[in-house]
């Protein structure tokens, strides 16, 4: 946010993210008219202030993405006192995430929580009362974005991105060993070394990037995984939320020997189910098989449902399974209780994390579905996991042209401390995403791990 | 004469004592050194030398601003090296080993030259304060002593203990009692103060050890200087010696672990990771074999040693068997032990970036006091706080250097934002924009600012003006000239580097990383007597690394932009409650005084600086 100050023209989402009739992206600065312009099948130079002008917006890699209308308002006359366009897109997810990326590629920088009416602020748009008001907004966008930044990271990526900078501080450590302390007894890694090492976490850092970069939650949807022992109703409930018998349904245990998946929107976001065989000892290699894979599958999921039946399983029994499982840490797990309409033991108390329904009845399915939207994170208003995504993908992909710098200095014969200020960037870039990175952390390391001191 | 009235006092004659008298009576304010002991002026406590990585370029800064440490290390260097050769010219750190008595003698007869300066003997065991404002010393013998402002240098000596094995003894160094009533009476008035500790090897006899079994570590083959002046130019030198602990002295060591007061928890204070005794070493690090021992000389004629890398505070008989088993060693004698020393200090985030505490108008600290370790990181503090102590006294604005403009900059920002658990050192890795920062350019960066504050001599300034006009005139040359692929392609090809097709600058060649500058003009008989080797390299330097160099002046411009917004000194941050508890309480503690120091203290968060940039941006 100190980004405020950097001239850079900036864009977002400014409406709610999720499946709405029209979305609104905001982009201002004093390129802003010249940044759509770019990607917009007409120019804005010449439209007059608070004039909207119809045409069609184009992707990234310049195919065209929609029809859509720009309002121009010219500085200082506009929100943030800056040269402003309104992109007026239809509100598909998938629409939004393109659209700012189109943006992004066109030179604009995307906006940090409250930079928008930080801007309006700090350009006399605002009354020096409402700053109070302002910090407050910023302080509750900053611990939305947050959040939204934690439930992404959810599903692998928070633990990769911090094994991720774990490794570039050890490697850092390493360059920065032998330059401060070149007169100390410990071993220096060799060139060959230092060119694995960068290798493998720029090779980690693109692939984190690209994955973000699919927006695969948006394209693919969110991945949900039905977990339980057999016959708990997995499957049923999979064909209530989906509304057809995509699974096979029967009351022989161990009827789905295979994951089954299907997508399904709710609100407006796309969720995708995998209904996974049931968890239990089996020596049938089939089924097995089908275990296998369902734990598999289930450790790609960012949600886990995992199935109680309430006319077989007690609380006691229950919580035993749970503990006893060994499920991916990064996926948030919601403890379902079917066929409550049939309970043969005092049900549990409700709660975010714990849910009662009859797949059968449909009792308690709207609970479910709202949940599942609520933890897709499209119900914080104002911000948008689309472009925390984008935000992510950018940060990582700077970091990534920073490591190549790096790998570029290695092998030409470029001093160290020359490359170290190239992985100085990149833990830069990394920081903006996991919090900055003291200069300290790579002295604690090197204390931690080499002898220093004469 | 005494005066009964002085501009500035300096109490402590160390490092930052004696940086910090000569810039104040320097820039002309009256001045008075008082220390407990005439005889140890700017006394080398620990090891017999200047520099090294990160110091070295320290002591560079401290002399482009017309600070004496480059001259007096200069004038007193038995070995002259600069390490780090083989790296990016970053990292290249001058390094002197020096002659300890000859090193304090040059101090002692520099500071008698400065007019303004007067010197007495006494301790100083408290201070005049009336309406949180400092008027001057009371001393031992029932001095009181006015002065406008007073600078605190107390090193280790206050409530300084040494330890030696079960021994204690108080004092600030060996032979030397320790100082007793500051600190209580700082405290008192509020200030917060913590213990640090540190240690030092045994010093031994050098005619007891055999240097035909150890490795010789010679000074460079073309010494040079640290001192921006015509400091005399070395012509012979001293070697160091290497040699190596092993499993037989770890387990004789480990004999005593249980009476090092180091180790069984006795001394409490916080010591540094980066400079551990032998018994820290060889129990955190159990699976190395052996540890490095660097055997300095302390002087051009003394037998004295210093040996690097033992320091200990385990009961002498202990010192002496271990040391025994070392190879070169077998005969050694002591002339005394290793020991460590406590000392309090004063936790820097009590201080504004002048050095002057916030707490007490007119009162300055530096060196150990703050927290630091290291002659060179005292002497530029001392340093800052002389200048700022006279400037005071004047009604003139402190001078605060920044963090891509100075070492010096960093480490005083450091302090007094993020404060330091450890005695904290300099390392190169501590500064962002370290390829600015380089020991080559020290001039460049400072010297014009030392003119301004009316610091630079006139043969600094002299000499400065020239090494400029050299520098243009070199870079003009090496623009202006054109090349023929005849003239130069046989070197280029002996250099593994790409012929030439048509006609070329200069310049052009000595931007690739196989051209040498002083072999290429060589080649081109580009000669002139005011291009000297520090000319050729400086070129060099910016011609070849002119990429790193731009990228890192933009980050430190954005950057910069921060400390543009000024913080109010009363601004209650409790007031502002989008602010998180955490940053309320970190930034009413720091009081920082812009946002770009607000960013560096932790716990404050992106999210708060928005709401900071928000507050005061306009």
Not at chain 1, 326 to 338: F, G, I, M
Not at chain 1, 398 to 425: E, H
Not at chain 2, 584 to 600: C, D, F, I, M
Request: charged share 25%; net charge negative; glycine share 8%.
């Amino acid at each position: 946010m100190v980004q405020a100050l950097d001239g850079a023209t900036i864009c977002a989402l400014s409406t709610a993210a999720g499946m709405g009739g029209i979305a609104v992206i905001r982009v201002s600065g004093p390129e802003a008219l010249a940044c759509v312009s770019r990607v917009f099948s007409r120019s804005l130079a010449g439209v007059e202030s608070h004039r909207a002008v119809f045409g069609r917006l184009r992707d990234a890699e310049g195919a065209v993405l929609d029809e859509c209308v720009a309002t121009v308002f010219r500085g200082p006359g506009s929100y943030t006192g800056e040269d402003t366009v309104e992109l007026g897109v239809h509100g598909s997810p998938f629409i939004q995430q393109e659209a700012v990326r189109s943006l992004m590629a066109a030179g604009c920088r995307h906006a940090g929580p409250g930079e928008f009416t930080a801007r309006a602020f700090l350009n006399g748009r605002m009354d020096l009362t409402q700053a109070e008001a302002v910090g407050d907004l910023i302080a509750a966008e900053h611990a939305g974005a947050h959040r939204l930044a934690l439930d992404q990271l959810r599903g692998g990526f928070a633990r990769e991105i911090r094994a991720l900078r774990a490794e570039l501080i050890g490697f850092a450590g390493l360059l920065e060993l032998e330059l401060d302390f070149a007169e100390e007894d410990v071993e220096f890694a060799d060139r060959e070394r230092f060119l694995a090492l960068v290798d493998q976490i720029t090779s980690q850092t693109r692939h984190l990037a690209d994955s973000f970069r699919a927006g695969n939650a948006i394209r693919n949807g969110l991945p949900v995984a039905i977990l339980g022992a057999p016959n708990r109703g997995k499957s049923t409930l999979l064909n209530a939320l989906l509304g057809d018998d995509r699974a096979i349904v029967s009351d022989i245990a161990g009827t789905t020997r295979d994951t089954v998946e299907d997508t399904c929107i709710l609100s407006g976001i796309k969720f995708r189910f995998i209904d996974t065989a049931g968890l239990r000892e089996t020596a049938d290699a089939i089924e097995a098989e089908g275990i296998r894979r369902a734990l598999s599958r289930a450790a790609s999921a960012q949600i886990v449902l995992y199935l109680f039946d309430a006319s077989t399983d007690s609380p006691t029994s229950a919580a035993a399974t749970l503990a006893s499982l060994d499920l991916p840490p990064s996926a948030r797990v919601l403890t379902v209780w079917n066929k409550v309409d049939e309970a043969a033991f005092p049900l549990p108390d409700p709660s975010d994390d714990v849910l009662l329904l009859s797949a059968r009845s449909g009792e308690g399915l709207d609970a479910l579905r709202a949940r599942l939207v609520a933890l897709a994170g499209f119900d914080t208003s104002g911000s948008s996991v689309v472009v925390t995504n984008l935000r992510h993908a950018e940060a990582l992909r700077a970091a990534a042209a920073s490591l190549d710098a790096v790998r570029f200095g290695l092998t030409s014969g470029i001093p160290s401390d020359l490359v170290a200020s190239d992985v100085r960037q990149a833990l830069h870039h990394l920081g903006s995403i996991t919090g900055e990175i003291d200069p300290e952390d790579i002295l604690d390391h090197i204390f931690a791990n080499f002898c220093i001191g004469k | 004469m005494i005066h009964s009235l002085y501009d500035v006092i300096v109490v402590g004659a160390g490092h930052a004592g004696n940086e910090a008298a000569a810039a104040a009576a320097n820039l002309g304010a009256q001045t008075l050194l008082i220390t407990m002991n005439m005889g140890v002026i700017g006394q080398m406590s620990c090891n017999p030398a200047m520099g090294g990585i990160a110091k070295g370029q320290i002591v560079r800064e401290i002399d482009a601003l017309g600070g004496y440490s480059g001259i007096v290390s200069d004038e007193s260097a038995i070995q002259f090296r600069m390490l780090n050769r083989s790296k990016g010219p970053a990292m290249w750190s001058p390094r002197t080993q020096n002659d300890r008595m000859l090193f304090a003698q040059s101090w002692r007869m520099h500071l008698e030259s400065i007019p303004k300066l007067d010197f007495m003997q006494d301790m100083v065991n408290g201070l005049v304060i009336e309406n949180n404002r400092v008027s001057g010393v009371r001393t031992g013998m029932g001095q009181t002593i006015r002065a406008k402002a007073v600078i605190v240098t107390a090193g280790t000596f206050l409530n300084g203990v040494m330890h030696i094995g079960e021994k204690q003894f108080g004092g600030g160094r060996s032979g030397e009692r320790a100082a007793e009533g500051i600190t209580e009476q700082l405290v008192s008035l509020g200030l917060t103060a913590d213990r640090m500790k540190t240690g030092t090897p045994p010093r031994v006899d050098g005619r007891s050890l055999d240097y035909s079994v150890m490795e010789e570590q010679p000074g460079d083959e073309q010494p040079q200087r640290f001192s921006f002046l015509d400091t005399p130019q070395l012509h012979q030198q001293r070697s160091c010696h290497i040699t190596y602990t092993n499993r037989q002295v770890h387990d004789l060591l480990r004999t005593g672990f249980d009476r090092s007061p180091m180790f069984n928890g006795r001394i409490q204070g916080l010591g540094p990771r980066y400079c551990p005794s032998i018994e820290d070493k060889i129990d955190r690090f159990a699976d190395k074999d052996a540890h490095q021992i660097f055997v300095e000389p302390e002087g051009w004629n003394t037998i004295e040693v210093y040996v690097n890398g033992f320091s200990t505070s385990l009961p002498e008989e202990v010192q002496v068997q271990a040391l025994r088993s070392v190879r070169g060693f077998e005969h050694v004698k002591f002339f005394r032990p290793g020991y460590a020393v406590e000392y309090d200090f004063f936790h820097p985030t009590q201080l504004h970036h002048s050095l002057e505490t916030k707490a007490i108008q007119g009162l300055y600290f530096a060196g150990q006091i703050n927290g630091t370790t290291g002659y060179e990181e005292a002497a530029s503090q001392g340093l800052m706080a002389g200048i700022n102590a006279a400037r005071s006294t004047w009604n003139q604005p402190p001078i605060a250097l920044n963090r891509d403009q100075a070492y010096i900059g960093v480490l005083i920002d450091d302090l007094v934002t993020k404060g330091t658990k450890e005695p904290y050192r300099m390392f190169t890795s501590r500064a962002e924009f370290r390829i600015l920062l380089r020991q080559d350019n020290a001039d460049e960066r400072l010297t014009p600012l030392s003119e301004e504050i009316g610091l630079a001599s006139e043969i600094r300034l002299k000499r400065f003006h020239e090494k400029q006009e050299s520098l243009k005139s070199l870079k003009k040359e090496l623009n202006a000239r054109s090349v023929e692929p005849e003239t130069v392609n046989s070197f280029l090809e002996q250099r593994n580097s790409e012929p030439i097709k048509q006609k070329v600058r200069a310049h052009s060649l000595a931007t690739r990383p196989q051209v040498e500058l002083s072999e290429l003009m060589e080649v081109l008989s580009i000669t002139n007597e005011h291009w000297t080797t520090d000319v050729i390299q400086s070129t060099s330097i910016e011609i070849k690394y002119a990429g790193y160099i731009e990228k890192e002046r933009e980050m430190a411009n954005k950057l910069k932009r921060l400390d543009h917004i000024a913080i109010p000194a009363d601004f209650d941050f409790h007031a502002i409650s989008s602010l998180s508890a955490e940053a309320r309480e970190k930034l009413s503690a720091a009081r920082p005084s812009n946002l770009g120091q607000a960013s560096r203290i932790s716990g404050v968060s992106q999210s708060d600086l928005a709401v900071l940039v928000v507050r005061f941006g306009r």
